[in-house]
């Protein structure tokens, strides 16, 4: 599982990346808003541990852009702030859970758990590219609503492009992203799993691009490119 954590109060970030590490997660840390965003659209994370208060670009625009974006990341809210009407905003936008600073780690730690769960269980927003449909709580992608037979493997790279949509995905993060399913993945292991996808997702109208020298990239057809 990958966690980002946007926090600018070195303290408490130093101190969430030790335990979060300890707790067997692979943590990324930035310090303010634009950073953040750049993060996001250059990994993909299974959650984001997010103060309010950043330089640059403050959490609650932060929390709308991904939202706007139908990005269902899973998201924390960190903050100083303890009125009810920052709480509710933060909710009302798109936020999963808040926590109010000072927190006691176990039980930041028992929140990340409970979201990670309930991000994979119960995600409820369809990805779309073309007539490829990914319902990625239920683990099933359909072309034109009838269901395209996938491989574990197969599924979690449909689910990492699709989450990219548009973006080029380089083969590192593919790997890095499906490690969890074979350590010791190769470039040639990558290749046929994308190979194999390819012509699974072909009658979709989407298009998986390889992009050489950078990697890979979903796009409906009409707007690939040869």
């Known amino acids: ?11 408490i970030a130093n101190g969430l990346v030790r335990a979060l590490t300890q707790a067997e997660y692979a943590v ?19 959650l984001v541990i997010l103060d309010l208060g950043l ?4 959490g609650m625009t932060i929390l709308s852009h991904l ?34 600073k000072p ?3 176990e039980e930041l730690e028992a929140r990340v758990r409970a979201l990670i769960r309930r991000s994979k269980l119960g995600n409820n927003l369809p990805l779309q590219c073309g007539n490829l449909k990914l319902d990625v709580a239920n683990k ?8 395209v037979t996938l491989s574990a493997r197969e599924l979690h790279l449909l689910e990492t492009l699709m989450m990219r949509m548009g973006k080029i995905i380089a083969k590192e993060q593919i790997m890095e992203s499906l490690c969890n ?39 409906a057809e009409q707007h690939a490119q040869s």
């Open 1 to 11: 599982m990958r966690l980002l954590i946007v926090e600018d109060d070195l303290v």
């Open 28 to 46: 990324d840390h930035v310090t303010d808003g634009k950073q953040a965003l750049r993060a996001i659209n250059d990994d993909v994370y299974d």
């Open 55 to 58: 330089p640059t670009m403050d």
């Open 67 to 100: 939202r706007q974006q139908a990005n269902p990341i899973a998201v924390l809210i960190l903050t100083a702030r303890e009125d009810v009407a920052t709480r509710v905003q933060a909710l009302d936008i798109g936020a999963d859970d808040f926590l109010t």
């Open 103 to 105: 927190f006691h780690l």
């Open 140 to 147: 099933l992608a359909t072309i034109n609503d009838q269901p």
């Open 181 to 219: 399913w074979d350590e010791t993945l190769g470039d040639n292991a990558i290749e046929v799993y994308i190979h194999r996808l390819r012509k699974k997702i072909e009658p979709s109208g989407a298009n998986i691009r390889t992009v050489r020298g950078l990697g890979y990239m979903l796009e």
